[in-house]
C-alpha cells in the first residue's frame, strides 16, 4: 500500500506513557511528505520526457524514411537519365563529324528536350 503525502501529514499519533516526542515524529512525517511529493514530482516531469523523447524519436524515423524513400527516387530518376543518355549517343550517327553532332545535341536540348519535359 503506497503512503502518501497528503496521508503522513493528517495522521494523528496518540500520545502513550513513554511514547516520542510529538515535535519530532511531526517534523519527520513531514520531511517524508515533502520527500515524496519531490520524487512523485520528479516521476511526473521524467515521464513526460520520456513521452517526448519517444514522440522525437518516432519523428526521427519517419524523417529517415523519408529520406531513404528520397533517395531511392533520386537513384532511380539518375539511372533513368543515364539510360536515355545512352540511348541519345547510340542514336546519333558518329560518322557525320563531332562538329554535326554537337550541333544535333544541342537542337535536341533546346528544341525537343523542353517538349518532353525534360530539363
Avoid: C, K
Wanted: aromatic letters at 4%.
Amino acid at each position: 500500500m503506497d503512503v502518501t503525502p497528503r496521508e503522513l501529514r493528517d495522521v494523528e499519533i496518540r500520545e502513550a506513557f513513554r511514547g516520542y516526542n510529538r515535535d519530532e515524529v511531526n517534523d519527520l512525517l513531514e520531511r517524508a511528505a515533502a520527500a515524496i511529493e519531490a520524487l512523485n514530482e520528479r516521476t511526473r516531469v521524467l515521464g513526460e520526457r520520456l513521452a517526448s523523447g519517444q514522440t522525437e524519436s518516432g519523428r526521427g524515423r519517419d524523417t529517415e524514411d523519408m529520406l531513404h524513400r528520397t533517395l531511392l527516387l533520386a537513384q532511380r530518376a539518375s539511372d533513368e537519365a543515364i539510360a536515355e543518355a545512352d540511348t541519345l549517343l547510340l542514336t546519333v550517327p558518329n560518322t557525320l563529324g563531332v562538329d554535326y553532332n554537337v550541333h544535333v545535341i544541342e537542337s535536341i536540348l533546346t528544341h525537343v528536350a523542353p517538349a518532353l519535359g525534360w530539363r
